[in-house]
């Protein structure tokens, strides 16, 4: 059974900082990503990271401030998320992809979890 859960959302005030969690069980990937998606807009790109190799990608509004990072060992993929502003809100999804089709296109992701809250008060 394909699984993504993500874990680590939460209400945190502008400024602080969190880390999601990503645990992928039952599947074969080469790329895990983190999307995000506020109410009444389209699905971003955050982040992603390449399994084999540790290549990492990051969207121009978190360069600086997020961190992805990977645990083989664990098949978990994190993110720490600094200096969070309000505009941060929104629902993070974590995706996996079998192969390296586009890593910011959420088509490129082959399978999604269902997402945790990111909440960041002014």
């Known amino acids: 059974q394909v699984q993504l859960v993500e874990s680590g959302g939460g209400l945190v005030q502008a400024g602080g900082s969190l880390r999601l969690s990503c645990a992928a069980s039952g599947l074969t990937f080469s790329r895990l990503g983190w999307f995000r998606q506020a109410p009444g807009k389209d699905r971003d790109f955050v982040a992603a990271i390449n399994w084999s190799g540790g290549t990492t990608f990051y969207g121009d509004s978190v360069k600086g401030r997020f961190t992805i990072s990977g645990d083989i060992g664990k098949n978990t993929v994190y993110l720490q998320m600094n200096s969070l502003k309000p505009e941060d809100t929104a629902a993070y999804y974590c995706?996996?992809?079998?192969?390296?089709?586009?890593?910011?296109?959420?088509?490129?992701?082959?399978?999604w979890g269902q997402g945790t809250q990111v909440t960041v008060s002014s």
């Open positions: 995706a996996a992809a079998r192969g390296y089709r586009g890593y910011a296109l959420a088509g490129g992701y082959d399978y």
